[in-house]
């Protein structure tokens, strides 16, 4: 089964810090994602990455900024946090564009609050 | 990109099968009908999809109209673990660099016991 890991559940942190949400895939896929979701407004898409060093922003990537040094690993950072960024986020991976109705593949998700 | 229009949210009782319905009168000829599930506290996780034939897989049956300008989702017998948010999504099968899923509100399920 593919698995879709993120480095905590829960984060709670203060205005102005710097944040980092890790993500790590096991399935070797080539794309990554963030998104972030909240109520009434659906998934979002913040960044996503088709392969390492590569990054392309996605509708909303005001105020985060994302790494992909390996190739199962994408993370996002918000560079200083603030409350309107207090969200879920999920991270994604599928394998690369090209694959007829290739499935993405979601991790639990990161409930951030910024205080 | 083509929009999907869902129900807010539906009732079934346990053990009944359910029909969740999708409008999509705007999907092009490359679009792929997703549907994707959200548990409480969970992360998406992916139902089935389907093109123009009617799909069927371990965790739900997929029908798709004739025209495609609408679909439905399956669960033929529901159970309290189904309760979650459904989504419908057109993906377009042609190779793309923006593969990203564009998600709206869902359909809210409830399972009542």
């Known amino acids: 089964d593919v698995k879709v890991t993120q480095s905590s559940r829960y984060l709670v942190k203060r205005t102005g810090e710097k944040v980092f949400l890790e993500c790590v895939q096991d399935m070797d896929h080539e794309n990554m994602f963030w998104y972030r979701q909240d109520p009434g407004l659906g998934l979002r898409l913040i960044y996503f990455?088709?392969?390492?060093?590569?990054?392309e922003k996605g509708d909303i990537p005001e105020g985060y900024s994302v790494s992909r040094e390996k190739k199962e690993r994408f993370s996002l950072i918000l560079e200083s946090a603030s409350t309107n960024q207090t969200s879920m986020y999920l991270c994604?991976?599928?394998?690369?564009?090209?694959?007829?109705?290739?499935?993405?593949?979601f991790g639990p998700g990161t409930r951030l609050l910024v205080l | 990109d083509a929009k999907t229009t869902q129900p807010n949210s539906m009732e079934s009782n346990e053990e009944e099968p359910v029909h969740l319905p999708c409008n999509h009168s705007t999907i092009s000829g490359t679009d792929y009908i997703h549907w994707y599930r959200q548990l409480p506290s969970q992360g998406p996780e992916y139902v089935i999809h389907?093109?123009?034939s009617n799909v069927n897989n371990r965790m739900a049956s997929l029908a798709i109209a004739e025209d495609r300008k609408s679909s439905t989702l399956i669960l033929h017998r529901a159970t309290l673990r189904d309760a979650a948010v459904y989504y419908c999504?057109?993906?377009?099968?042609?190779?793309?660099?923006?593969?990203?899923?564009?998600f709206g509100k869902g359909t809210r399920l409830h399972i009542l016991p």
């Open positions: 994604a991976s599928s394998f690369h564009a090209g694959e007829v109705g290739e499935t993405q593949y």
């Open positions: 389907g093109l123009t």
């Open positions: 999504i057109l993906r377009d099968r042609r190779m793309n660099r923006d593969d990203n899923i564009i």
């Open positions: 990455s088709y392969d390492v060093k590569m990054k």
